[in-house]
């Protein structure tokens, strides 16, 4: 199985134009977070604008967005998310993201239903997960299940799943016709053309709650910095790890908190670049 390398990223990094602005890198639009779940909202949030957007609306209750703007002032907000769904303006966006800190349900449903009718990328993630078909468009849909959300929407059996993961997320893959990155321990990204890689950063640092949803975020963001969506996603789970590894050259793996992948991206990511 292919790995992605340091090189690999090395050589993909984009670099940040000198006459850049922030319509450069494009608006990217999360639908995150709930009552009970603000958190998830707010570490998608950070992440994503951490890693190379120019703007963050997020489609969220209005309850959680004190939550967000107390942690992230530089977000916007869709008025009426849920009520406008059907007549946002997706012409003004460059990815759409969903399922962090949302319950799967009909209304989450109905947002991942109508980002998968625009033309735009599509990340999924958590709440966002569900069983389904999905038709053939023009950009990438990319779905970030740990191995308990892959079984559940891949009906595969569990056993299959732990016997071979490489093989499960490609056959997954193939069989939708979207981008699967199987989370844990080496995850792996498979691609619908057959294209599969094993990450190689990370550690035991990550097994706790909000990390996965700063993984949906840094993937969100990257997406609209890469010309090449692959290379986005590869960075997004190499660094997210690399931030990991970076954590416990000096510090316990029990004592990571997701935010602080966050915080030790801008020095990571500069290694590399
Ligand atoms: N080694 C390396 N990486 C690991 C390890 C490990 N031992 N354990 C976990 N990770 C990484 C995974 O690869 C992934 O990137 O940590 C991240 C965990 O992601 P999630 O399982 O999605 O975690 P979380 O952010 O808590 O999810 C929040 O989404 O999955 C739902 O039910 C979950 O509602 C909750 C929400
Ligand atoms: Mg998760």
Not at 60 to 80: A, D
Not at 121 to 148: C, F, M, N, W
Not at 199 to 206: K, Q
Request: include cysteine; glycine fraction near 8%; hydrophobic fraction near 35%.
């Amino acid at each position: 199985m292919k790995k992605w390398s340091k090189e690999n990223v090395v050589d993909t990094l984009p670099v940040r134009k000198s006459d850049a602005h922030k319509g450069t890198y494009g608006t990217a639009l999360i639908a995150a977070g709930s009552r009970f779940m603000p958190g998830a909202a707010v570490l998608s949030a950070i992440a994503c604008m951490r890693s190379g957007v120019g703007k963050l609306e997020m489609g969220t209750e209005e309850s959680v967005i004190p939550y967000v703007i107390q942690h992230l002032p530089e977000t916007t907000f869709v008025p009426g998310f849920y009520e406008r769904l059907n007549d946002l303006p997706f012409n003004h966006y460059t990815v759409l993201a969903a399922g962090p800190g949302r319950e799967e349900n009909d209304e989450t449903e109905k947002v991942v239903q109508t980002f998968l009718s625009t033309d735009l990328p599509v990340v999924l993630d958590a709440g966002a997960l569900r069983e389904r078909t999905y038709q053939k468009r023009k950009s990438p849909v990319i779905l970030t299940p740990h191995p308990g959300e892959f079984i559940r929407i891949s009906s595969f059996d569990k056993e299959k799943v732990e016997q071979d993961r490489q093989a499960a997320a490609a056959e997954f893959a193939a069989q939708t016709g979207v981008t699967v990155v199987l989370k844990g321990k080496e995850t792996i990204t498979a691609f619908p053309d057959g294209e599969t890689y094993m990450n190689t950063t990370g550690n035991s640092s990550l097994s706790k709650g909000g990390t996965g949803d700063t993984l949906t975020g840094m993937i969100t963001g990257m997406l609209c910095c890469h010309d090449d969506w692959k290379h986005a996603i590869l960075n997004a789970v190499y660094l997210h790890g690399a931030c990991a590894d970076h954590w416990i050259k000096t510090r316990s793996p029990h004592t990571m908190l997701a935010s602080e992948l966050s915080e030790l991206l801008p020095e990571v990511w500069k290694k590399y670049e």
